[in-house]
């Protein structure tokens, strides 16, 4: 069964740094994309990073240069750095897995239940 | 940057059918996906390649995708679909994933 567990949120205050991490089961990470989507309190769904099982990584234009995605294989374990916080960042912050069987018909098809962060000072 | 537009809301009564729609330059070239979110739950599968349900989705969730907009089809309205709705494509300009703004369906 395959499963993603989210850890690492909490409060934070802006400038600082947090890093999450998504312990994943069933499947093994480094044959995957595995992405982080987040929602801010209220509001729609926004993309945040993806990991290819080649290692290649793309970013949101509102994250990069301040976010760094990254795994570790020998954990199955999917990581997010998420550096410079600012109040706008606060967000549940999901891991998703991305199925990949087709050329561009890429989709989540399994999510973790999340971690809040909440930046506030 | 592609640009996915949903409506805010959508209601319809039981039994009816509810139809959510997004918007999209061509985005019936595109693959696109469906996900039900509700409250307090993180999003869930429920249409995806235009028009496939994963398992143990019900039939009467369809999607189709031409032109300009997507639509994801509830036929048969239950209480238990009240929910947010969001639609989904990938941009391969850019490798970056693109949702719509999300749609609340309330059964009224």
């Known amino acids: 069964e395959v499963q993603l567990v989210e850890t690492g949120g909490g409060l934070i205050q802006p400038g600082g740094s947090l890093r999450l991490s998504c312990a994943a089961s069933g499947f093994t990470v480094s044959s995957n994309y595995l992405s982080w989507v987040r929602q801010a309190p209220g509001k729609g769904l926004e993309w945040v990073s993806v990991i290819y099982s080649g290692g290649y990584t793309f970013y949101a234009d509102s994250v990069k240069g301040r976010f760094t995605i990254s795994r570790d294989n020998s954990k199955n374990t999917l990581y997010l750095q998420m550096n410079s916080l600012r109040a706008e960042d606060t967000a549940m912050y999901y891991c998703?897995?991305?199925?990949?069987?087709?050329?561009?018909?890429?989709?989540?098809?399994?999510w973790g239940q999340g971690t809040l962060v909440t930046v506030s000072s | 940057s592609y640009v996915l537009t949903q409506p805010p809301s959508v209601s319809v009564a039981p039994g009816q059918t509810a139809r959510i729609t997004c918007g999209g330059n061509?985005?019936?070239?595109?693959?696109v996906h469906w996900y039900q979110q509700k409250p307090g739950q993180a999003p869930v599968l429920v249409v995806y390649?235009?028009?496939d349900r994963p398992s143990g989705i019900p039939e009467r969730l369809s999607g189709s995708n031409s032109g300009n907009t997507a639509t994801l089809t509830i036929s048969r309205v239950e209480a238990g679909d009240e929910a947010d709705y969001y639609c989904q494509v990938w941009d391969s300009s850019n490798d970056h994933w693109v949702f719509g703004g999300g749609t609340k369906l309330t059964v009224l």
């Open positions: 061509n985005i019936g070239s595109k693959s």
């Open positions: 390649d235009d028009n």
């Open positions: 998703a897995r991305v199925s990949h069987s087709n050329y561009g018909r890429y989709y989540f098809d399994y």
